[in-house]
Structures are given as structure tokens and as C-alpha cells.
């Protein structure tokens, strides 16, 4: 891919039961900012997201918000960001995101971050993004947080509803630095989607 100049983070508008997860959006907003990356995200000040837009606007980085205009209404903006775009639903919302970013990294979350993630992976496996190419897509693996999400990849993987290639094309780490440089050094699978009997589930 070659340099990240805008990655889009998904995650969670809770905090999580543990500091820890506070801690790892810090880190990621940190090291978004010490690495000139800006970030684009969803826009509020709510839990994960707010720590990871504080960082990352104190880091340095520019900080794009997407919101839709319900939450907007609901006074869920960041008031601190270096801008903001305000639309009319979550589609939207997504789609703009993924206009801005060159790549993309969930966070640990709940329905909506996984939603956002599987969607972003997705459109990288069809080769679909807006008529762009396709885009990595990590997760910042904190606590084993997305163990259970790699262990049904490898499951679809085995019962031939995917191939490897495209298991193995979301990028973990527990470390935001090492996850920006593979996201960085990330190649495009270069097969398509579809098995047949004969084929099996390989790259």
C-alpha cells in the first residue's frame, strides 16, 4: 500500500469493563499522531472513541468526525476536532469514512464496530470500495479481544465458506505501531472469493 496518510478506526462508544481498552485507544491515537496518519472515525465524544480522538488531536494528527445527524442532535458531536461532517444516517456515515481512509482498524467494541469492520473487510475482498482498491483492514487485538473473531474466520475457512487468503487479510496485533506498519506494507489477496468442490479453502 505504501504510506497511510488517513486510516478510518471503528470502535466502541462504551468504555469496556477494563482500563485496558481505554489504554489501547490512547496508544492507537498516540501513535496515529506520531506517525503523521490522520484519523477519520464517527465523530462523538462517547467512550472509546472520544479517549482515541482526544489522543490523536493531542499527538498531533488531524482528526476528521463523521456523525449522522441523530446523534449530532442528540449532542454526541466532539466539539474538539480539527473538522467535522454531519449526514443523514450510519450508510452514509460508513461510506464517507471509507472515502477519506487509505485504511481501516476496529478497536474492540460491540454490534456496530464488528458490523463496521466485517463491512470494510468485505468490500477489500470484492475489491469494492467506491470504485477504489481495495483497502487493508486490521483489528488492534487487545486482551484477545478478536481471538473469538479469528477462530470463526478459521471455522468459515474450514467448513469452505472462504478461502485462507481472505482470513489471513485482516491484520491483528495487540500493538497499534506494528499494526500501522503491516497495514502499511498490506498486499491485496490476489484471488477471488468463489470455491468450487474441487478447490477447497487454500490461497
Known amino acids: 500500500m505504501g504510506a497511510l496518510r488517513c486510516v478510518a478506526v ?10 485496558h481498552y481505554a489504554d489501547a485507544a490512547r496508544a492507537l491515537g498516540q501513535a496515529l499522531g506520531q506517525r503523521g496518519i490522520s484519523l477519520v472515525y464517527g465523530g462523538t465524544h462517547m467512550g472509546l472513541m472520544g479517549v482515541l480522538a482526544d489522543a490523536a488531536l493531542q499527538a498531533g494528527a ?3 468526525g463523521i456523525i449522522n445527524r441523530r446523534l449530532h442532535d442528540r449532542g454526541h458531536l466532539h466539539t474538539g476536532l480539527t473538522r467535522h461532517e454531519i449526514v443523514p444516517d ?8 471509507g472515502e477519506l481512509a487509505d ?45 473469538p473473531m479469528r477462530a470463526l474466520l478459521d ?9 485462507s487468503a481472505h482470513n489471513d487479510m485482516i491484520v491483528m496485533s495487540p500493538d497499534p505501531h506494528l499494526l500501522l506498519e503491516s497495514l502499511a506494507n498490506w498486499q491485496a489477496p490476489s484471488v477471488n472469493k ?7 479453502t487454500g490461497s
Open 10 to 19: 471503528f470502535c466502541g462508544s462504551n468504555f469496556g469493563s477494563t482500563p
Open 103 to 147: 485504511a481501516f482498524i476496529a478497536l474492540p467494541g460491540g454490534l456496530g464496530t464488528l458490523e463496521e469492520l466485517f463491512e470494510a473487510a468485505t468490500l477489500t475482498q470484492l475489491g469494492d470500495h467506491n470504485g477504489q482498491s481495495a483497502k487493508a483492514c486490521g483489528a488492534l487485538n487487545v486482551r484477545g479481544f478478536f481471538d
Open 155 to 163: 471455522r468459515a475457512v474450514s467448513e469452505g465458506f472462504m478461502k
Open 194 to 200: 468463489w470455491i468450487t468442490p474441487s478447490q477447497g
Open 62 to 64: 488531524d482528526v476528521t
Open 90 to 97: 450510519m450508510r452514509v456515515r460508513k461510506a464517507r469514512m
